[in-house]
């Protein structure tokens, strides 16, 4: 992560089945979640950073530590009912990264990756706690870099 200033005890990687996708979690020097995604060694997604603005909150996705990294895989497939193909492959890897704040209030944010051999996704789980029982996200601050963006925009 070029520039960033992200640390190497903070970081976790996951590939596709077939290990030509690749995908990094890492946080900034101020504990900001970063994650990047390459295929075949080009980059596809560079750095971009993860959080929310939640009402009447600090910022979630600031001064974070990576407490616990699980990893899975699952494969299956299942048959449509209608569509263009009659089976359909789930095969993917899974990394579960799991967030605390360093301070006070100390909240929990999980972010659960699946790689597959022909994309990736993720969703943030909120993990039941007292300092999360009721809120409003404001703003979700998860950003989408690509890095022919991130090259023309540092040379204008």
């Given at each position: 992560?070029?520039?960033?200033?992200?640390?190497?005890?903070?970081?976790?990687?996951?590939?596709?089945?077939?290990?030509?996708?690749?995908?990094?979690?890492?946080?900034?020097?101020?504990?900001?979640?970063?994650?990047?995604?390459?295929?075949?060694?080009?980059?596809?997604?560079?750095?971009?950073?993860?959080?929310?603005?939640?009402?009447?909150?600090?910022?979630?996705?600031?001064?974070?530590?990576?407490?616990?990294?699980?990893?899975?895989?699952?494969?299956?497939?299942?048959?449509?009912?209608?569509?263009?193909?009659?089976?359909?492959?789930?095969?993917?890897?899974?990394?579960?990264?799991?967030?605390?704040?360093?301070?006070?209030?100390?909240?929990?944010?999980?972010?659960?990756?699946?790689?597959?051999?022909?994309?990736?996704?993720?969703?943030?789980?909120?993990?039941?706690?007292?300092?999360?029982?009721?809120?409003v996200i404001e703003d979700e601050k998860?950003?989408?870099?690509?890095?022919?963006?991130?090259?023309?925009?540092?040379?204008?």
């Open positions: 992560l070029g520039g960033i200033g992200c640390t190497q005890q903070q970081e976790s990687f996951i590939s596709s089945p077939n290990q030509n996708l690749t995908l990094s979690l890492q946080l900034t020097e101020d504990g900001m979640p970063v994650y990047e995604a390459s295929f075949r060694d080009a980059a596809i997604i560079a750095p971009s950073t993860m959080g929310f603005d939640i009402q009447d909150m600090p910022y979630l996705g600031k001064n974070m530590e990576i407490v616990n990294v699980e990893h899975d895989s699952f494969n299956e497939t299942w048959e449509t009912v209608w569509g263009e193909k009659r089976e359909v492959k789930n095969h993917y890897n899974e990394m579960l990264v799991a967030l605390r704040e360093k301070d006070e209030p100390n909240r929990l944010m999980n972010i659960r990756f699946r790689v597959y051999d022909d994309g990736l996704a993720f969703r943030y789980e909120f993990p039941e706690q007292e300092e999360l029982v009721y809120f998860t950003s989408f870099l690509t890095p022919l963006f991130t090259h023309a925009s540092s040379t204008l």
